[in-house]
């Protein structure tokens, strides 16, 4: 993953789209032969009603070109696949490969990636992450390897470090037919809480800048919700069209002062991870420079952070990033040796 991918034209400040696009697409990213040593390319995913069919267009050459027949840069169209959710997606789009010169990089095609038959709003499904690592590495809280709603990732969700291709297939999990349930938004569980006890509670502790005294008995789905924030909900996901939400932010100090912040984000409809690393630097300096990087990360990776984040005492708040070298450290050793998505350095906000 060495290669970034830019979402803005920064000559322009805007959005980049070359060529023609439709109104749903993805973006994939597409390997040829089995060398590691050669770059992978994108490529985008368009979705055509009339008739029914998908197409995978090269991204980074020749988008401009079209063809008159479909309006498409047929130059450039890896793959065409008819009438795409007849019947499994899946499947269908990845054997399709087997007949042109590429093979997608994705989650489907990941041997950590388990199927699951479960009905999902954009039709094309869903599977389970059952990567795991030694977490002992990190000295991390044990993580519940079977969370059905925070392991969750679509067929089409970014690849992370830990990809290796699938050999034989796609796989299923023991649970494959589970039901998938929605995370809880911050700003639905206040409202249910409001004029409860912990509700009450927890306004009073915010009020007083003490946290109240944590539940160790609540589980990884119970803590989790999307939170509100800078960006949370508007910002799109890289790969597809759906938004990211907040889960968590840890604000830390760097070594000259600035504010630096780690946050997890989560995709509501591919259910990718990412962790964006954000500095500000315009309270020191007079060029309102902000420097950001996106990681993807798996679902383990990210709950890892997550419990990181979980046993600091408002760990978003800036007031108290001094006294986070630790944890600060700790993200350091974590990124290490980690390829960014992303990686933008800006003058002005």
């Known amino acids: 993953m060495s290669e970034q991918y830019q979402r803005f034209n920064l000559d322009t400040m805007s959005g980049i789209s070359p060529g023609t696009r439709t109104r749903i697409f993805q973006r994939v990213r597409l390997r040829t032969g089995k060398d590691p040593q050669i770059p992978l390319r994108w490529a985008r995913v368009w ?22 027949a479909s309006g498409d840069g047929a130059g450039d169209v890896v793959l065409r696949l008819q009438d795409p959710l007849a019947t499994d997606f899946a499947v269908n789009f990845i054997e ?28 094309m499904g869903v599977g389970r ?35 290796e291709e699938a050999i034989g297939g796609l796989t299923e999990v023991s649970d494959a037919t589970a039901p998938l349930a929605p995370m809880p938004k911050a700003a639905e569980r206040d409202s249910n809480e409001r004029w409860t006890l912990w509700g ?26 999307e939170r509100s924030g800078v960006g949370a909900g508007t910002e799109s996901c890289f790969v597809c069209q759906g938004r990211i939400a ?3 932010a840890l604000a830390v100090a760097t070594p000259e002062g600035d504010k630096q ?15 964006n690393d954000w500095i500000d630097r315009w309270e020191r300096t007079d060029s309102l420079e902000t420097e950001e990087k996106y990681y993807r990360l798996a679902p383990v990776d990210a709950l890892a952070v997550l419990s990181v984040i979980d046993n600091i005492v408002h760990a978003e708040h800036p ?10 450290a700790w993200m350091l050793n974590f990124l290490g040796g980690r390829d960014a998505l992303s990686h933008q350095i800006r003058q002005g906000r």
């Open 246 to 248: 907040n889960l968590g």
């Open 200 to 225: 009450q509670l927890r306004r009073w502790f915010g009020r007083t800048g003490t946290a109240p005294p944590s539940d160790n008995t609540l589980t990884w789905e119970e803590k989790l919700v």
């Open 261 to 275: 912040t780690y946050s997890i984000w989560r995709c509501r409809s591919c259910y990718t991870y990412y962790l």
């Open 47 to 68: 979705w055509y009603e009339d008739p029914a069919e998908c197409l995978v267009v090269l991204e980074d050459a020749g988008a401009q070109r079209k063809d008159e």
């Open 319 to 328: 007031a108290r990033r001094y006294e986070r070298d630790a944890q600060r």
């Open 129 to 163: 992450c059952l990567w795991q690592r030694d977490r002992a590495t990190h000295d991390l809280q044990p993580v519940d390897p079977a969370l059905a709603m925070l392991t969750t990732q679509g067929v089409l969700a970014l690849a992370c470090d830990h990809w």
């Open 96 to 123: 399709a490969f087997a007949t042109t010169g590429f093979s997608p990089v994705a989650c489907a095609t990941c041997t950590h990636w388990g199927r699951l038959r479960t009905a999902t709003g954009d039709g």
